[in-house]
C-alpha cells in the first residue's frame, strides 16, 4: 500500500466525505435527529481540535479549555439579550473576547508546567464560571435562552438546518485545516520542540514562551468560534457549557482519537457522543459501560482511534 493509500487515510477521508453526504441521508430517511446529533458533534469536534493544537502538538494541558464555549456562546447570548442581531458583530466579539480571555490565561499559566499549568487553566475556567453564573440580567444559574439566531446576508439562513449544519462544518474543515498549516509550518516545529524539551529549544534561540501564548490563543480563539456555533446551535447558552466537566469531554475526545494527530479529535468527536446516544437509549447508566470502554482504548490503543488505524494499516516487519 502506498504512503498516501493507508488505512488511516482511507477512512480520514471517508468520514469528511460521509459527514459532507449526511443532510442527504437526513432527506432520505426523514430523520431530522440525525442531523440534530450530526450537528453537535461537529460543533464540538472544532472544539476539539483547538484543544488538540495546545495539548497534541504543544504538550500544554489544559482543564479549562470548555471557558472559550461559554465565552464564544455568552457573547453572542448576550448581545442578542441586547437586541444586536447582526453575526458580522456578535461572532467577531465572540472571537475577539475569547481571544483577551486566553491571552491573560497563558500570560499567566505558561510561566509554569505540569500540574501547576492545569490547575491555573482549571481555576481561571471555574472563576468564569461562577462569574457568568452570578450575572442576574444574563440567566445567573438557570441559562441565557437565545430568541433569535445571527443574522447575516442571504442567502445565509441559520435557522435552516440543512444550511446552518453545512455552515458548521464548513468551519470544522477551515479549522482542520488551519492547525494542519500551523502545525506544519516553522511556527508549529517550535511548539512541537518545546514540547519535547524547552530548555534545548531556548537555547537555540527560539522565543518559546511568546510561540507557546500565540498558539495558546489561537486555540482560545478556534474553540470561542466552537462556542458561539453551539450557543447558536441550541438557542441557549449556561453556565455549565463551561464547566470542568466539559472541558474532560474535550480532552477525552482528543485522547480517543489520538493525541498530535489533526483528524483525530474529529474521529474522538463521532467515536465519544454516538457512542454516549447510543449507550444511553439502552440504559442510564450508560457511564458504567463507556467508562471501561474507554480504559480500553488507553491501554491497547495509545495513539487513540487515529493510532490504531495508522497500526492496521503499516506493514508488519518480518524477524530474521
Not at 493544537?53 to 448581545?79: K, P
Not at 505540569?114 to 462569574?131: C, K, P, R, S
Not at 454516549?276 to 437509549?281: D, H, I, M, T
Request: proline share 3%; glycine share 12%; with cysteine.
Amino acid at each position: 500500500m502506498s504512503a498516501t493509500l493507508t488505512v488511516r487515510n482511507v477512512c480520514a477521508v471517508a468520514l469528511l466525505v460521509a459527514l459532507v453526504l449526511l443532510p442527504l441521508y437526513v432527506w432520505l430517511a426523514d430523520d431530522q435527529f440525525v442531523l440534530t446529533l450530526f450537528t453537535r458533534i461537529v460543533i464540538l469536534a472544532l472544539a476539539a481540535v483547538s484543544l488538540n493544537l495546545i495539548l497534541g502538538y504543544g504538550g500544554m494541558m489544559s482543564f479549562g479549555h470548555a471557558v472559550y464555549l461559554g465565552i464564544g456562546g455568552y457573547a453572542v447570548g448576550i448581545l442578542a439579550h441586547e437586541e444586536i442581531q447582526s453575526g458580522f458583530i456578535q461572532w467577531p466579539v465572540a472571537l475577539g473576547a475569547s481571544a483577551v480571555f486566553a491571552l491573560a490565561i497563558g500570560a499567566l499559566c505558561l510561566r509554569t508546567r505540569g500540574v501547576y499549568f492545569i490547575m491555573i487553566t482549571l481555576a481561571f475556567a471555574q472563576m468564569a464560571y461562577y462569574v457568568i453564573g452570578g450575572i442576574e440580567r444574563y440567566g445567573g444559574d438557570d441559562g441565557l435562552t437565545i430568541y433569535q439566531r445571527s443574522q447575516f446576508v442571504p442567502p445565509i439562513d441559520l435557522n435552516d438546518r440543512t444550511q446552518f449544519y453545512y455552515v458548521c462544518l464548513a468551519l470544522l474543515y477551515g479549522g482542520i485545516y488551519l492547525v494542519w498549516r500551523i502545525v506544519n509550518s516553522r511556527f508549529g516545529m517550535v511548539i512541537q520542540g518545546s514540547r519535547s524539551n524547552d530548555v534545548r529549544m531556548r537555547a537555540i534561540g527560539f522565543p518559546t514562551y511568546r510561540y507557546k501564548l500565540i498558539c495558546f490563543v489561537i486555540a482560545g480563539v478556534i474553540c470561542g468560534l466552537s462556542g458561539a456555533l453551539l450557543a447558536t446551535n441550541t438557542d441557549f447558552i449556561s453556565p455549565n457549557t463551561m464547566y470542568w466537566t466539559r472541558s474532560g469531554d474535550l480532552i477525552i475526545m482528543v485522547v480517543l482519537g489520538g493525541m498530535g494527530s489533526v483528524i483525530g479529535p474529529v474521529f474522538g468527536a463521532v467515536a465519544l457522543l454516538v457512542l454516549e446516544e447510543a449507550l444511553s437509549g439502552i440504559t442510564e447508566y450508560w457511564q458504567i459501560i463507556l467508562g471501561p470502554l474507554l480504559l480500553l482504548v488507553v491501554l491497547f490503543a495509545r495513539g487513540g482511534i487515529d493510532g490504531l488505524l495508522y497500526d492496521i494499516g503499516r506493514p508488519k516487519r518480518v524477524q530474521p
